[in-house]
């Protein structure tokens, strides 16, 4: 799971930080609207914590905005304010949840899982792809024709998640690169690479008809075959 947290005032976002970090999250910051927007379009995160009131674009802005581009991330403001007010402006642009500061940061992790678990349906314990199945607790893929199954390593397992997350469509390198490794990843890209190979070669081994297949000049789409 990805967070971006999106608050000027860095006391507090580095104490969301390290709780998130606990709960295994790789958690980005931005400490203005702008940034976290631009942050935000790229589409990578599983949920966004989103202060109201920020410096050069204000936190409801920020909503708007990505609302308006399609981005569905899903999204809890944190206001400062108690005032009913604000909590239903929030709302009313698309925010998943609210909360008034101060807050337990016991609260703001339960509602964050909340609302990362409300996007689809059913939230279960695995997600299949044709005959693969990824086990979301222990890291396992599985070939559910065969049985045979194989651990993924922390990598490779965030790899496959995202493109089982997107069958069928083609991820960019940089998209990859940034949901494995942050935002500011430049130097990552050559490792998307290898990190793909070594996912393709597990999938082999328990001889799953699913692959990763190259999209020339743009990336990597998750396909099924026989062939
Ligand atoms: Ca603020």
Same mark, same amino acid.
């Given at each position: 799971?990805?967070?971006?947290?999106?608050?000027?005032?860095?006391?507090?976002? !580095?104490?969301?930080?390290?709780?998130?970090?606990?709960?295994?999250?790789?958690?980005?910051? #931005?400490? +203005?609207?702008?940034?976290?927007?631009?942050?935000?379009?790229?589409?990578?995160?599983?949920?966004?914590?989103?202060?109201?009131?920020?410096?050069?674009?204000?936190?409801?802005?920020?909503?708007?905005? &990505?609302?308006?581009?399609?981005? $569905?991330?899903?999204?809890?403001?944190?206001?400062?304010?108690?005032?009913?007010?604000?909590?239903?402006?929030?709302?009313?642009?698309? #925010?998943?949840?609210?909360?008034?500061?101060?807050?337990?940061?016991?609260?703001?992790?339960?509602?964050? &899982?909340? /609302?990362?678990?409300?996007?689809?349906?059913?939230?279960?314990? $695995?997600?299949?792809?044709?005959?693969?199945?990824?086990?979301? +607790?222990?890291?396992?893929?599985?070939?559910?024709?065969?049985?045979? !199954?194989?651990?993924?390593?922390?990598? !490779?397992?965030?790899?496959? *998640?995202?493109?089982?997350? $997107?069958?069928?469509?083609?991820?960019?390198? *940089?998209?990859?690169?940034?949901?494995? &490794?942050?935002?500011?990843? !430049? #130097?990552?890209?050559?490792?998307?690479?290898?990190?793909?190979?070594?996912?393709?070669?597990?999938?082999?081994?328990?001889?799953?008809?699913?692959? /990763?297949? #190259?999209?020339?000049?743009?990336?990597?789409?998750?396909?099924?075959?026989?062939?």
């Amino acid at each position: 799971m990805r967070l971006l947290v999106i608050e000027d005032e860095t006391a507090l976002s !580095e104490v969301i930080k390290a709780a998130f970090e606990d709960e295994k999250f790789e958690v980005d910051l #931005a400490e +203005d609207g702008q940034t976290g927007y631009l942050l935000g379009i790229s589409g990578i995160y599983d949920a966004v914590v989103l202060d109201g009131m920020l410096p050069e674009l204000d936190g409801y802005d920020v909503l708007r905005k &990505w609302r308006q581009e399609q981005i $569905h991330t899903p999204v809890l403001m944190l206001t400062a304010r108690s005032e009913l007010e604000d909590k239903l402006k929030g709302l009313g642009l698309g #925010a998943d949840d609210y909360l008034t500061k101060p807050f337990d940061m016991e609260e703001l992790v339960a509602r964050i &899982w909340v /609302i990362t678990r409300r996007q689809g349906a059913v939230q279960l314990d $695995h997600i299949e792809y044709e005959d693969l199945q990824l086990c979301l +607790d222990s890291g396992m893929i599985r070939n559910t024709q065969n049985k045979q !199954e194989v651990r993924l390593g922390k990598k !490779e397992f965030q790899l496959l *998640e995202f493109f089982m997350r $997107h069958p069928g469509q083609t991820l960019c390198r *940089e998209q990859i690169a940034e949901k494995l &490794w942050g935002y500011d990843c !430049e #130097a990552e890209y050559n490792n998307v690479e290898v990190y793909i190979s070594f996912t393709r070669r597990k999938l082999r081994y328990i001889e799953s008809g699913v692959m /990763i297949k #190259a999209v020339r000049g743009i990336g990597y789409r998750l396909e099924y075959g026989n062939g």
